[in-house]
């Protein structure tokens, strides 16, 4: 420790990327308890550590992936079905999100244009263009497929402390990802696995209160193009707040 230094710690956490295809490699139940126990080092709002989180693997992960691709599948095939396809998805209600948080937010007007341009430079490096709906689809499914990670974690938070237990999770998953990264690993951050909560609170004891905010995937990133993709890092003034 005594040798790392400023400079060290700056080249790490700017080289911290999100993983989107994973090797066939598993990952030891002992590391993961590793980045548990770095990730519970975050601060937490008195120390309550308002959150959960369900550890998904072998037949466990395949399952709940299973689960929600048939699900996506079904929505996408009801929104091509027009009216008829609408009017059967509102019947059978499968595919219909059951998100303990509401997973798709409208993009408020002045944050449109970064979330245009990431999109934009990930799936043009993809060759996915904009009017390709369906690779854009297939795309999106390997949400569902975990990127091919062999672990799958699920976040819960307490809904008694809002969104003090939200900011919480956050800490603790920076953390997380930090210390995976540390050791050879790459995560991914998904909002979109929470879309359908039911097939996973199947699979885990909840207890009363706590509500699914999102997945993270965790495995030993591959060397495929995707994985090269550098999103912008904004520079800091575009947050610093002007005097009044």
């Known amino acids: ?24 490699k598993e990952v030891p ?13 975050a601060p937490s709002w008195s120390n309550t550590r308002p959150y959960l989180v369900g550890i998904a693997k072998g037949e466990k992960r395949d399952r709940i992936s299973k689960e929600l691709l048939s699900r996506w599948d079904a929505a996408g095939r009801a929104l091509k079905g027009g009216l008829a396809g609408k009017v059967k998805l509102l019947f059978t209600r499968y595919g219909l ?5 509401k997973v798709f937010r409208t993009y408020p007007k002045d944050l449109v244009p970064r979330q245009q341009k990431v999109g934009a430079e ?9 009017d390709d709906q369906e690779a ?3 795309q999106w499914a390997r949400n569902y497929e975990f990127f091919g990670a062999p672990v799958e974690l699920f976040i819960f ?14 800490l603790f998953m920076q953390n997380l990802m930090l210390g995976a ?3 050879g690993l790459g995560t991914c951050a998904q909002g979109a696995v929470a879309l359908w909560a039911d097939p996973i609170r199947k699979e885990f004891k909840i207890p009363k209160g706590y509500k699914l905010l999102c ?7 591959s060397d495929a193009k995707v994985n090269g993709f550098r999103a912008e890092r904004l520079p800091i003034e575009e947050i610093k707040l002007k005097d009044a």
């Open 181 to 183: 990264h540390a050791r």
């Open 136 to 138: 854009r689809q297939a």
């Open 157 to 170: 938070t307490h809904s008694g402390l809002g969104e003090y237990s939200v900011s919480d999770a956050g």
């Open 122 to 130: 990930l799936y043009g490096l993809l060759g996915i263009k904009r």
């Open 215 to 221: 997945g993270i995937a965790v495995g030993y990133p």
């Open 1 to 24: 420790m005594a040798n790392f230094t400023e400079s060290d710690w700056k080249e790490f956490v700017a080289s911290r990327r999100t993983t989107r295809d994973f090797l066939n």
């Open 29 to 41: 139940d002992s590391l993961i308890d590793e980045l548990l126990t770095d990730a519970m080092t």
């Open 97 to 101: 999100p059951t998100s303990d948080y």
